[in-house]
């Protein structure tokens, strides 16, 4: 595969080209907010709209996980314009995602925390009206809670159960507001046909699918 040169916040990098700027940078530690992105899915959801970014020659910014590299290119990631589109994207996010920290077993390792900081934004946004749609816990599974208030719909869960593991016990249901990830016929998430393996839980950025007191996760 073609190997191509650019740069990203002024840092010179190289990489195959057909790559997306979102892999690249972030494989160059190079930051960008992003929720729904998985590194192993050949097409990206661009579903939660927070990885803007700023490629030179273009009028609007663009979303780093659809992008492909190209030689040459130049890429701002901290473009006012980029970080406008992803602070709203972020507060609209967060208007219906119950915010609380203390109590969260995410806390300290949650990907809506380091999103809020990169962003220079709150987690409780006053810009819009709250909207929390206080769904039930299921705590069906013996080694792991479910808590879909907490779940960003970022698909990442979906895509190891289908993809990963080819069991296909979790999925999308419903639509807009109404839409959540669940089992066939919203079943408890600890049926029959749950393997247990808990790799839906290490892959939540959210704390949304979480280890129960003193579990560990199966290898």
Not at 11 to 37: F, H, M, Q, W
Not at 150 to 156: D, I, W
Not at 202 to 213: F, M, N
């Amino acid at each position: 595969m073609k190997t191509v040169s650019l740069t990203i916040d002024g840092k010179k990098i190289t990489a195959s080209e057909g790559e997306k700027i979102l892999r690249v940078a972030l494989d160059n530690g190079i930051y960008i907010p992003n929720l729904c992105a998985i590194k192993d899915k050949p097409e990206p959801d661009a579903a939660c709209r927070l990885c803007f970014v700023e490629v030179e020659g273009k009028d609007e910014p663009v979303t780093a996980c659809t992008q492909e590299v190209t030689d040459g290119m130049v890429i701002n990631t901290r473009d006012e314009k980029a970080l406008r589109l992803a602070r709203t994207g972020f507060e609209l996010l967060m208007t219906s995602h119950p915010v609380d920290c203390a109590g969260c077993p995410a806390n300290r390792s949650c990907e809506l925390q380091k999103i809020a900081r990169h962003l220079g934004s709150k987690l409780k946004t006053t810009r819009f009206r709250k909207l929390l749609r206080e769904l039930p816990v299921d705590d069906s599974n013996p080694l792991f809670t479910y808590d879909q208030n907490k779940c960003v719909l970022c698909g990442r869960c979906v895509w190891v159960c289908h993809q990963h593991l080819k069991t296909g016990i979790l999925g999308f249901a419903h639509r807009g507001f109404a839409r959540v990830v669940t089992t066939f016929a919203d079943e408890p998430i600890g049926g029959d046909r749950c393997l247990e393996c808990s790799v839906c839980v290490e892959v939540c950025p959210t704390g949304a699918l979480s280890l129960k007191d003193g579990e560990k996760a199966v290898k």
